[in-house]
């Protein structure tokens, strides 16, 4: 059974950059396509950004650009680096597997704001 714990979260101002960590245990992940999803006040969760098991990543329209998802097999983690960061982007941001076939984790707060 795979547990997902984010981290990296915070506070940053309007234009700024994070980088988002998933680590993964109890499974190894590198066969999986995962994902990165968001969830913002008083909206449902969505995907933001997907990765295949072979590396080749999608992303919603609105973080194009901006943001890029990476992972370390050896690690057995998934990374989100992000950056111009906008409010709009303010959320709770958790990892999955693509199709969200694994359980949530408690996410990563992530807060843009001036």
């Given amino acids: 059974q795979v547990h997902l714990v984010e981290s990296g979260g915070g506070l940053v101002q309007p ?7 998933c680590t ?12 990165w999803f968001r969830q913002a006040p008083g909206k449902t969760r969505d995907w933001v950004a997907t990765i295949t098991a072979v590396g080749a990543p999608n992303y919603q329209d609105y973080v194009r650009g901006r943001f890029t998802i990476s992972r370390d ?12 960061l906008q409010p709009e982007d303010t959320a709770v941001y958790y990892c999955n597997h693509r199709y969200e076939q694994f359980g949530w984790g408690p ?8």
Avoid: C
């Avoid at 993964?24 to 994902?35: E, K, Q």
């Avoid at 057995?76 to 992000?82: A, D, G, Q, R």
């Avoid at 996410?107 to 001036?114: E, F, L, R, Y």
């Fill in 15 to 21: 234009g700024g950059s994070l980088t988002l960590s």
């Fill in 73 to 84: 097999d050896a690690k057995n983690m998934l990374f989100l680096h992000m950056s111009d």
């Fill in 24 to 35: 993964a245990t109890g499974s190894d992940i590198s066969i999986y396509a995962m994902g």
């Fill in 107 to 114: 996410g990563t707060q992530v807060t843009v704001s001036s």
